[in-house]
Protein backbone atom coordinates (compact mmCIF):
# COMPACT_ATOMS: atom_id res chain seq x y z
CA UNK A 1 0.00 0.00 0.00
CA UNK A 2 1.22 3.70 -0.80
CA UNK A 3 0.02 6.69 -1.88
CA UNK A 4 -0.25 7.87 -5.19
CA UNK A 5 2.27 9.99 -7.02
CA UNK A 6 -0.03 12.96 -7.19
CA UNK A 7 -2.34 14.39 -4.36
CA UNK A 8 -5.96 13.04 -4.86
CA UNK A 9 -8.70 15.70 -5.25
CA UNK A 10 -11.14 13.57 -6.01
CA UNK A 11 -12.16 10.07 -5.34
CA UNK A 12 -14.72 8.65 -7.69
CA UNK A 13 -17.11 5.06 -7.12
CA UNK A 14 -18.58 2.72 -9.63
CA UNK A 15 -21.50 1.79 -8.09
CA UNK A 16 -22.04 -2.13 -8.48
CA UNK A 17 -19.56 -4.45 -7.16
CA UNK A 18 -17.95 -1.54 -5.36
CA UNK A 19 -20.59 0.30 -3.08
CA UNK A 20 -23.14 -2.22 -3.54
CA UNK A 21 -23.97 -5.54 -4.43
CA UNK A 22 -26.72 -5.60 -6.68
CA UNK A 23 -26.46 -9.20 -7.65
CA UNK A 24 -29.50 -11.08 -6.55
CA UNK A 25 -31.08 -8.28 -8.22
CA UNK A 26 -29.73 -8.48 -11.64
CA UNK A 27 -30.50 -12.17 -11.70
CA UNK A 28 -34.07 -11.58 -10.42
CA UNK A 29 -34.51 -8.50 -13.36
CA UNK A 30 -32.65 -11.12 -15.76
CA UNK A 31 -35.06 -14.08 -15.22
CA UNK A 32 -38.26 -11.83 -16.12
CA UNK A 33 -36.38 -10.39 -19.25
CA UNK A 34 -35.65 -14.05 -20.11
CA UNK A 35 -39.49 -14.71 -19.59
CA UNK A 36 -40.75 -12.18 -21.70
CA UNK A 37 -38.99 -12.19 -24.31
CA UNK A 38 -37.85 -15.77 -24.69
CA UNK A 39 -33.94 -15.17 -24.02
CA UNK A 40 -31.92 -18.19 -24.22
CA UNK A 41 -28.67 -16.06 -22.65
CA UNK A 42 -28.30 -17.55 -19.49
CA UNK A 43 -27.58 -15.11 -16.61
CA UNK A 44 -24.36 -15.95 -16.21
CA UNK A 45 -23.05 -14.91 -19.68
CA UNK A 46 -24.98 -11.61 -19.20
CA UNK A 47 -23.07 -11.17 -15.95
CA UNK A 48 -20.11 -11.61 -17.41
CA UNK A 49 -20.10 -8.74 -19.25
CA UNK A 50 -21.58 -5.90 -16.53
CA UNK A 51 -19.81 -2.64 -16.32
CA UNK A 52 -20.45 -1.58 -19.89
CA UNK A 53 -23.71 -0.05 -21.02
CA UNK A 54 -27.05 -2.58 -21.24
CA UNK A 55 -27.34 -2.28 -24.82
CA UNK A 56 -23.57 -3.10 -25.40
CA UNK A 57 -24.00 -6.21 -23.40
CA UNK A 58 -27.03 -7.52 -25.26
CA UNK A 59 -25.56 -7.00 -28.39
CA UNK A 60 -22.36 -8.57 -26.82
CA UNK A 61 -24.02 -11.94 -25.95
CA UNK A 62 -26.46 -11.95 -29.20
CA UNK A 63 -29.23 -9.97 -28.35
CA UNK A 64 -30.28 -8.03 -31.10
CA UNK A 65 -33.72 -7.21 -30.98
CA UNK A 66 -36.02 -5.26 -29.15
CA UNK A 67 -33.33 -3.55 -27.69
CA UNK A 68 -34.71 -0.40 -26.05
CA UNK A 69 -38.32 -2.15 -24.65
CA UNK A 70 -35.90 -4.79 -23.18
CA UNK A 71 -33.70 -2.34 -21.35
CA UNK A 72 -36.29 0.12 -19.92
CA UNK A 73 -38.53 -3.46 -19.17
CA UNK A 74 -35.04 -4.91 -17.18
CA UNK A 75 -33.97 -1.30 -14.88
CA UNK A 76 -38.09 -1.34 -14.24
CA UNK A 77 -37.83 -4.55 -12.98
CA UNK A 78 -33.98 -3.87 -10.44
CA UNK A 79 -36.42 -0.26 -9.38
CA UNK A 80 -39.14 -2.69 -8.82
CA UNK A 81 -36.93 -5.11 -6.23
CA UNK A 82 -34.23 -2.43 -5.10
CA UNK A 83 -35.47 -3.57 -1.38
CA UNK A 84 -32.83 -6.75 -2.52
CA UNK A 85 -30.02 -4.68 -2.80
CA UNK A 86 -27.50 -4.83 -0.19
CA UNK A 87 -24.67 -1.88 1.04
CA UNK A 88 -21.34 -2.62 1.35
CA UNK A 89 -19.34 -2.23 4.47
CA UNK A 90 -18.55 1.54 5.22
CA UNK A 91 -20.39 2.54 1.51
CA UNK A 92 -21.96 5.28 3.82
CA UNK A 93 -19.41 6.41 5.87
CA UNK A 94 -16.76 6.65 3.02
CA UNK A 95 -18.44 9.68 1.85
CA UNK A 96 -18.26 11.55 5.28
CA UNK A 97 -14.52 10.44 5.69
CA UNK A 98 -13.37 11.61 2.28
CA UNK A 99 -15.42 14.75 2.69
CA UNK A 100 -13.76 15.46 6.26
CA UNK A 101 -10.60 15.10 4.42
CA UNK A 102 -11.62 17.45 2.13
CA UNK A 103 -11.32 15.29 -1.36
CA UNK A 104 -14.76 15.68 -3.45
CA UNK A 105 -16.64 12.23 -4.56
CA UNK A 106 -18.06 10.96 -7.33
CA UNK A 107 -19.82 7.89 -8.97
CA UNK A 108 -19.49 7.00 -12.52
CA UNK A 109 -21.61 3.91 -13.67
CA UNK A 110 -23.14 2.20 -16.14
CA UNK A 111 -26.52 1.83 -14.27
CA UNK A 112 -29.64 4.15 -15.28
CA UNK A 113 -29.76 7.41 -13.72
CA UNK A 114 -33.47 6.72 -12.87
CA UNK A 115 -32.20 3.42 -10.35
CA UNK A 116 -28.56 5.30 -9.52
CA UNK A 117 -30.73 8.51 -7.75
CA UNK A 118 -32.76 5.74 -5.52
CA UNK A 119 -30.23 3.35 -4.47
CA UNK A 120 -27.87 6.89 -3.27
CA UNK A 121 -31.15 8.08 -1.66
CA UNK A 122 -31.59 4.54 0.01
CA UNK A 123 -28.11 4.27 1.17
CA UNK A 124 -27.22 7.91 2.42
CA UNK A 125 -24.83 8.06 -0.06
CA UNK A 126 -23.71 11.81 -1.14
CA UNK A 127 -21.61 12.05 -3.98
CA UNK A 128 -20.89 15.73 -5.23
CA UNK A 129 -21.22 14.74 -9.24
CA UNK A 130 -22.96 11.63 -10.32
CA UNK A 131 -22.69 10.67 -13.96
CA UNK A 132 -24.70 7.53 -15.66
CA UNK A 133 -25.18 6.30 -19.10
CA UNK A 134 -28.58 9.50 -19.46
CA UNK A 135 -25.55 12.35 -19.18
CA UNK A 136 -23.18 10.99 -22.25
CA UNK A 137 -23.07 9.49 -25.68
CA UNK A 138 -21.04 6.54 -24.87
CA UNK A 139 -20.33 4.64 -21.52
CA UNK A 140 -17.20 2.98 -19.29
CA UNK A 141 -14.83 2.06 -20.74
CA UNK A 142 -15.03 5.15 -23.45
CA UNK A 143 -14.09 8.28 -22.06
CA UNK A 144 -17.24 10.54 -22.33
CA UNK A 145 -18.24 9.98 -18.66
CA UNK A 146 -14.60 10.87 -17.51
CA UNK A 147 -14.24 14.04 -19.57
CA UNK A 148 -18.04 15.10 -18.42
CA UNK A 149 -17.13 15.01 -14.54
CA UNK A 150 -13.98 16.64 -15.40
CA UNK A 151 -16.21 19.76 -17.20
CA UNK A 152 -18.77 19.40 -13.85
CA UNK A 153 -15.57 19.60 -10.94
CA UNK A 154 -13.26 21.78 -12.97
CA UNK A 155 -10.15 19.15 -11.94
CA UNK A 156 -7.51 17.69 -13.86
CA UNK A 157 -7.14 13.78 -14.94
CA UNK A 158 -4.43 13.33 -12.43
CA UNK A 159 -6.23 14.77 -9.72
CA UNK A 160 -9.22 11.81 -9.62
CA UNK A 161 -8.71 8.15 -7.81
CA UNK A 162 -11.41 5.99 -9.25
CA UNK A 163 -12.51 2.57 -7.86
CA UNK A 164 -13.63 -0.13 -10.19
CA UNK A 165 -14.17 -4.00 -10.18
CA UNK A 166 -14.01 -4.24 -13.87
CA UNK A 167 -11.27 -4.56 -16.46
CA UNK A 168 -13.73 -2.40 -18.44
CA UNK A 169 -13.59 0.10 -15.51
CA UNK A 170 -9.46 -0.06 -15.37
CA UNK A 171 -9.78 0.21 -18.87
CA UNK A 172 -11.81 3.48 -18.49
CA UNK A 173 -9.49 4.97 -16.35
CA UNK A 174 -6.08 4.14 -17.64
CA UNK A 175 -8.05 5.55 -21.13
CA UNK A 176 -8.87 8.59 -18.67
CA UNK A 177 -5.06 8.92 -17.14
CA UNK A 178 -7.30 8.74 -13.71
CA UNK A 179 -5.65 6.57 -10.85
CA UNK A 180 -7.02 3.17 -10.43
CA UNK A 181 -7.84 1.47 -7.31
CA UNK A 182 -9.08 -2.48 -7.76
CA UNK A 183 -12.15 -3.42 -5.73
CA UNK A 184 -11.06 -6.98 -4.72
CA UNK A 185 -14.24 -8.18 -3.16
CA UNK A 186 -16.75 -7.04 -6.00
CA UNK A 187 -17.63 -8.86 -9.34
CA UNK A 188 -14.78 -8.90 -11.94
CA UNK A 189 -11.66 -10.40 -12.05
CA UNK A 190 -8.41 -8.87 -13.23
CA UNK A 191 -4.66 -10.64 -14.41
CA UNK A 192 -2.44 -7.23 -13.55
CA UNK A 193 -1.10 -8.30 -10.82
CA UNK A 194 0.78 -4.71 -10.07
CA UNK A 195 -2.57 -3.37 -8.90
CA UNK A 196 -3.27 -1.24 -6.35
CA UNK A 197 -6.18 -3.44 -4.63
CA UNK A 198 -8.49 -2.90 -1.75
CA UNK A 199 -10.08 -5.31 0.22
CA UNK A 200 -12.88 -3.03 1.55
CA UNK A 201 -13.71 1.05 1.33
CA UNK A 202 -11.97 1.74 3.87
CA UNK A 203 -8.72 0.30 2.81
CA UNK A 204 -9.07 3.52 -0.10
CA UNK A 205 -7.41 6.06 2.86
CA UNK A 206 -4.12 4.02 2.18
CA UNK A 207 -3.64 5.46 -1.01
CA UNK A 208 -4.50 9.19 -0.12
Known amino acids: MHQMSHPIKSVVFD ?8 RPVMEISWGLIQEKYSLVQPFSEYFKHIGIPFIEIMKAIGVNDK ?9 SYTHENIEKIKAYNHSYDIFNILKNKNITTGIITSK ?13 FSPDEI ?11 SIDSGQEY ?9 DVLYVGDMESDFIFSRNMNFHFLFANYGYGEISDMNLNKIDNLLDIINYI
Do not use: Q
Request: hydrophobic fraction near 30%.
Open 15 to 22: LDGVLIDS
Open 67 to 75: LIEIKNDYF
Open 112 to 124: ERKNTLAICSKYG
Open 131 to 141: ITPNDVKRGKP
Open 150 to 158: LKRTGLNSK
